[in-house]
Each structure stands twice: as structure tokens, then as C-alpha cells.
């Protein structure tokens, strides 16, 4: 599985980007796509995960403000970001998992990241 991120950018606080990823390959087996997001000293962290069934997770610090959706046909997942603030710059990766045989053990896969840059 491959995953191609775009969307990012440079907004003031208080506007809108949205973060656009594709994924090719074996896109039939993907289970869970998913946002995180990375600055620098910092451990990546989950922004928003949406699931083959639909199920949403959102990270506390984005809940209202980010909103996560799915073309499970297309195989592309879109985080549309809004009320956005300069905690939320970052480099954000999207990526994607797959089950495997062994159960709680699937197989993830990441993009590039993309740059996301929030001024006051």
C-alpha cells in the first residue's frame, strides 16, 4: 500500500486547510485510515482515525474543530481542519492499516508527511 498525503499549508489562526491523502496498492484490504500528526521533540500523535465500518476517533485536542471522512471506494481519506490554532502546526502523516492473520497485530502503512503551519 502506498499513501500519496497532500493539502498542506501555512493559515492564521482561526482558518481552514484541508489534508487530502490517496492510497493505492492493495487498497481492498485496508481496515483503518488514519491522521497523526508529528512536531519536532515530540512522539507522533493520532489526530483522527476512521475505520472501513465508519467508526471515528478523534484526538481531544481537535473534537469540533477537525473533522475526518472517507471514500472507501476511492481509498482516500480527507481531514478537513478548521478553527485551526499554532498548537495544531505540525507535520501530518497519514496512514493506513491492514489485518493480518495474527488478531490485534495489523500492518500499518505511512505517507510522507505534510506540513502544516498555523500562525497567530
Known amino acids: 500500500v502506498q499513501l500519496q498525503a497532500s493539502g498542506g499549508g501555512s493559515v492564521q489562526a482561526g482558518g481552514s486547510l484541508r489534508l487530502y491523502c490517496a492510497a493505492s496498492?492493495?487498497?481492498?484490504?485496508?481496515?483503518?485510515m488514519h491522521w497523526y500528526r508529528q512536531g519536532a521533540g515530540r512522539q507522533r500523535e493520532l489526530v483522527a482515525s476512521i475505520t472501513r465500518s465508519g467508526l471515528i476517533t478523534y484526538a481531544d485536542s481537535v473534537k469540533g474543530r477537525f473533522t475526518v471522512s472517507r471514500d472507501t471506494a476511492r481509498s482516500t481519506v480527507t481531514l478537513q481542519m478548521n478553527n485551526l490554532k499554532p498548537e495544531d502546526s505540525d507535520v501530518y502523516y497519514c496512514?493506513?492499516?491492514?489485518?493480518?492473520?495474527?488478531?490485534?497485530?495489523?500492518?500499518?502503512?505511512w505517507g510522507l508527511g505534510t506540513q502544516v503551519t498555523v500562525s497567530s
Open positions: 496512514a493506513a492499516d491492514i489485518p493480518t492473520k495474527v488478531a490485534g497485530l495489523p500492518k500499518w502503512f
Open positions: 496498492g492493495s487498497i481492498f484490504s485496508i481496515d483503518g
